[in-house]
């Protein structure tokens, strides 16, 4: 595929527990990105990623966290999981021109997705 | 603050029929935008792009306009297949502070009958 994997790919948890998602990127691209697709919602931006150490909220953040201390991997972490958390999760990643710009010109890269469930 | 609308779904289409998916935007600048593919249980993939007013940016037969003017930025195909069958998102990117944040629409299904 295009050098990006999400892990797991399922996972069925309960009510109240951590859960981490994880995105693997093999293309060290500088920027990353977390959303949740739901039906009637289309994708909504969790958090993302501007480079190591360095990231920032999405619109729909509350009850997340993440971090990435290194290039290739950003963990999304669900505090204490609920319900309304059931969802598919999907990291994706876009090339930058370097020197702090990222281009608009070469869309994307989206991993396959998680599917949580929250029980 | 910027936002994508797609005309809502399901599309439902004849194979070889006309296919045309709107899709307007609001951004504050000059965005480049996108239209997207999602298949059953995979993840979105790149359809085609464009990076400026009045360029189309085509691929497997689909094709959109950056319409300036109208804000708009409309998929079409001549003749679609079974196989189109999907997911369509259309969206944009437009650099906020030192980022690159994209936006989506909520997304667009098309089925295709045989």
């Known amino acids: 595929d295009a050098g990006i994997t999400q892990s797991p790919r399922h996972k069925v948890t309960e009510t109240g527990t951590p859960v981490t998602l994880r995105c693997h990127q093999t293309e060290n691209h500088r920027y990353m990105y977390w959303y949740r697709q739901d039906p009637g919602h289309g994708l909504r931006l969790i958090h993302y990623?501007?480079?190591?150490?360095?990231?920032d909220k999405g619109e729909v953040s509350d009850g997340y966290s993440v971090s990435r201390s290194k290039t290739e991997d950003f963990l999304l972490t669900l505090e204490s999981a609920t319900s309304s958390q059931t969802s598919v999760y999907f990291c994706a990643i876009s090339e930058s021109l370097g020197a702090g710009r990222a281009t608009s010109n070469y869309g994307y890269t989206f991993g396959s997705g998680t599917r949580l469930t929250v029980v | 603050g910027n936002s994508v609308t797609q005309m809502e779904g399901p599309v439902t289409l004849s194979e070889e029929a006309f296919l045309t998916i709107n899709c307007t935007y609001t951004a504050t600048g000059y965005p480049s935008l996108f239209w997207y593919v999602q298949y059953p249980g995979e993840g979105l993939q790149l359809l085609l792009k464009?990076?400026?007013?009045?360029d189309k940016g085509s691929n497997k037969g689909f094709e959109a306009t950056y319409r300036k003017e109208t804000t708009s930025f409309h998929l079409e195909k001549g003749s679609v297949q079974v196989s189109d069958s999907a997911v369509y998102f259309c969206a944009l990117a437009l650099q906020q502070g030192g980022s690159y944040i994209p936006t989506f629409g909520r997304g667009t299904s098309l089925i295709v009958h045989p």
């Open positions: 464009a990076t400026k007013a009045d």
């Open positions: 990623s501007y480079g190591v150490k360095d990231t």
